[in-house]
């Protein structure tokens, strides 16, 4: 993401006025979005919308074992969906008008867990997660469907883990970008010791959010956890890429007049 400073001359009755352009350049940040196991892009739909208005370019897409391709789902694994996942991001990255080192990934439950992987393989910008889930690292080439098989997967995630024993966690430790995370107040799915355990694993991210979203479930079906939930993700999105564009236009500015400025 960049801004373009240009100098232009005016002409008024018989003389010439100095001026300044200062705009955004044609590439434009890209926010890929990550259903969760067992949803679809179409959930996504409506947060996707919100940040094209923000002037991002946004993806949604649906991973393998759901919507046309449900008869692989239990089948596919996490390797697999990662794989999809690398795919997407390719494709938005490689558009003209996006600018590929201003990429944000929204994540939900599985589709967070993933995310946070892919920022291990991919240069990520801003992550924001709602609930996302944890798995063990072993299985990783199995049905991800028998990875619930294992009686042990509640007690692993209320424990704590330490980011050096799991995969995803490893990758959030070496995140450096921005972080969102959003729990819901009733998760019986995604325990908030997963969370905490996801925060203390950004130990070098440039900032974290955390927010929970009062009366939820792990789904947000309700109507107001939907809503809350939106506007979380979409200020936060605002935040980060108006943010961004300021100081970068703040810097344009000060390289091309650092003494002259006035102070207001």
Avoid at 42 to 65: I, K, M, S, W
Avoid at 173 to 178: H, K, L, S, Y
Avoid at 239 to 251: C, D, K, L, P, W
Wanted: hydrophobic fraction near 40%; charged fraction near 25%; aromatic fraction near 8%.
């Amino acid at each position: 993401m960049d801004v373009r400073l240009e100098s232009l001359e005016l002409k008024v009755e018989q003389d010439c006025i100095c001026g300044s352009v200062l705009s955004p350049a044609s590439a434009l940040p890209g926010v890929l979005f990550v259903h969760g196991w067992g949803g679809s892009q179409r959930q996504d739909l409506v947060r996707a919308r919100e940040a094209a208005g923000l002037g991002c370019v946004c993806l949604t897409f649906d991973l393998r074992g759901h919507e046309r391709t449900a008869m692989q789902w239990e089948n596919v694994s996490r390797a697999q969906n990662l794989a999809d996942l690398l795919s997407a991001y390719d494709w938005l990255a490689a558009q003209p008008n996006v600018d590929p080192a201003s990429i944000a990934v929204s994540g939900i439950s599985y589709g967070g867990y993933l995310s946070t992987l892919l920022t291990a393989r991919r240069p990520v910008r801003w992550l924001a997660l709602r609930s996302p889930a944890i798995y063990k690292d072993e299985g990783w080439h199995q049905a991800k469907r028998q990875l619930h098989m294992d009686a042990d997967l509640p007690a692993y995630r209320r424990r704590r883990v330490d980011w050096q024993e799991n995969e995803a966690l490893r990758a959030c430790a070496d995140f450096r970008g921005d972080v969102l995370l959003v729990q819901a107040e009733h998760d019986d799915v995604v325990p908030h010791m997963v969370m905490n355990n996801y925060v203390a694993a950004f130990v070098h991210v440039r900032s974290l959010t955390r927010r929970q979203v009062d009366g939820a479930d792990h789904t947000f079906n309700a109507p107001p956890a939907q809503k809350a939930y939106n506007a979380i993700l979409c200020k936060w999105l605002r935040e980060m890429i108006m943010g961004a564009r300021e100081e970068i236009a703040a810097t344009r500015v000060r390289e091309r007049a650092p003494d002259s400025m006035p102070d207001n």
